[in-house]
Nanobody, 120 residues
C-alpha cells in the first residue's frame, strides 16, 4: 500500500489550498488527514468513511472540507480561511476500522506528508 499526498504550499492568511491523496494497493473504510506543526505532536484534522460520513477536528470545522472518490481511491482536503496556526506538515492516512478514530495509532498506512505554510 502506498499513499501519495500533494497540494501543499505557501498561502496568505485567509487563503485556500486543496490537498489530495491517492492510495494504491487496496481500499480502506476510513481515509483521513493529520497534521504536525513544528514542535508539536501530530494531530487529527479530518477523516471520512467509505459511506461519506466525515468527522472534523473542532479547530477546522467550518473551514475545511474532506471528500473522497471511492472509484479513484482518493481523499481530498479543501482548506479555506487558512490561519497561521494551520501551518504544519499534513499527512494522509488510512485504516480499516469501522468507525472514524481520531488517534493516529489506529491508522495503518501513511503518506509522506506535504507542507502547508500560512503567512500572517
Amino acid at each position: 500500500v502506498q499513499l501519495q499526498a500533494s497540494g501543499g504550499g505557501l498561502v496568505q492568511t485567509g487563503g485556500s489550498l486543496r490537498l489530495s491523496c491517492v492510495a494504491s494497493g487496496r481500499t480502506f473504510n476510513v481515509m483521513g488527514w493529520f497534521r504536525q506543526a513544528p514542535g508539536k505532536e501530530r494531530e487529527f484534522v479530518a477523516a471520512i468513511t467509505r459511506n461519506i460520513n466525515p468527522v472534523y477536528a473542532d479547530s477546522v470545522k467550518g473551514r475545511f472540507t474532506i471528500s473522497r472518490d471511492n472509484t479513484k481511491n482518493t481523499v481530498d482536503l479543501q482548506m479555506n480561511t487558512l490561519k497561521p496556526e494551520d501551518t504544519a506538515v499534513y499527512y494522509c492516512a488510512v485504516t480499516s476500522t469501522a468507525l472514524i478514530m481520531r488517534s493516529q495509532r489506529f491508522y495503518d498506512y501513511w503518506g509522506q506528508g506535504t507542507l502547508v505554510t500560512v503567512s500572517s
